[in-house]
């Protein structure tokens, strides 16, 4: 048997191992809520709700759906949610009333800068364990998977 031949398919089936693994961490922590700061406990899909609602503007409820790449109706039941937690406001669009526009309230805001703050103390303790070589490749290769998961 050519070893050639048998070293990438054990490449292959451990790098499918790999991203199992890591398929399957990721789903742990997004089950699990975490401090941000003054907001107190909040859901993966809630902190991504703010980060994706953004810091110093509004953005239209079906423009905050397309971000997240989920309905309308899904957007609406986390908006209740952060709206009962204080983090979020709604108010009508000056143009157009049929649309409503949100934006982060102050306790909002900080839950954005904190979750910012938890992904920069997460990506250098990253790096702490890379080389600068590794940190560029690991850095493509996350790019590449985004992309091809896009077609998905």
């Not at 031949?5 to 809520?33: A, F, S």
């Not at 759906?65 to 986390?78: E, H, S, W, Y």
């Not at 303790?125 to 896009?150: A, G, N, W, Y």
Request: proline share 2%; hydrophobic share 35%; net charge neutral.
């Amino acid at each position: 048997m050519n070893t050639n031949i048998h070293n990438n398919q054990d490449d292959e089936v451990r790098g499918t191992r790999y991203l199992g693994q890591v398929i399957m961490k990721l789903r742990k922590l997004e089950r699990q809520p975490k401090r941000f700061g003054e907001a107190g406990l909040l859901t993966p899909s809630e902190i991504h709700t703010i980060e994706a609602i953004g810091c110093g503007r509004s953005v239209l409820m079906s423009e905050l759906a397309a971000r997240l790449q989920v309905t309308k109706g899904a957007v609406t039941q986390i908006i209740a949610r952060l709206e009962a937690k204080l983090l979020v406001k709604r108010t009508l669009h000056p143009a157009d009333s049929r649309a409503t526009e949100l934006s982060l309230t102050e306790l909002g805001l900080a839950a954005y800068r904190a979750h910012e703050e938890t992904e920069r103390q997460f990506y250098s303790e990253l790096r702490e364990q890379l080389t600068e070589q590794e940190i560029q490749v690991f850095e493509v290769c996350m790019e590449k998977l985004s992309r091809f998961l896009d077609r998905e």
